[in-house]
């Protein structure tokens, strides 16, 4: 399973749905993300540019690319943003890759 942080809007339509009728939208949200053979492991509502906060677990990117499709085709968000996370474990084996791949960055050309 990959972790992924999701972040998305409502729309204003859907905050007044919200405010005349409170509900937990995680619960709502919770079996698709277990029908795609994830999990929701933390959801949060936020101030600022996100409304919503989500960590999941999905088994690849296939399926969080379809969680995120049918969040988005629901008219409900806004602003859906998928972004995939890595352990610091991963990212320090990846920093040892980068160190021995052989990459060369640009140089600046000598001045006559």
């Not at 995680?26 to 906060?53: C, M, Q, T, Y």
């Not at 379809?66 to 968000?77: I, K, R, Y």
Request: hydrophobic fraction near 50%.
């Amino acid at each position: 399973m990959a972790t992924y942080l999701l972040q998305a809007s409502y729309t204003s339509g859907s905050w007044a749905a919200l405010v005349s009728n409170p509900q937990d939208r995680f619960e709502a949200v919770r079996g698709p993300i277990e029908k795609l053979g994830g999990k929701l492991l933390h959801g949060w509502l936020a101030f600022g540019e996100d409304d919503v906060v989500v960590i999941v677990d999905m088994p690849d990117n296939v399926a969080v690319a379809a969680l995120a499709m049918a969040l988005n085709a629901g008219g409900a968000l806004k602003n859906v943003k998928t972004t995939p996370l890595i352990s610091i474990q991963e990212g320090i084996a990846a920093m040892k890759k980068a160190a021995d791949c052989g990459y060369k960055p640009a140089q600046k050309a000598a001045s006559a």
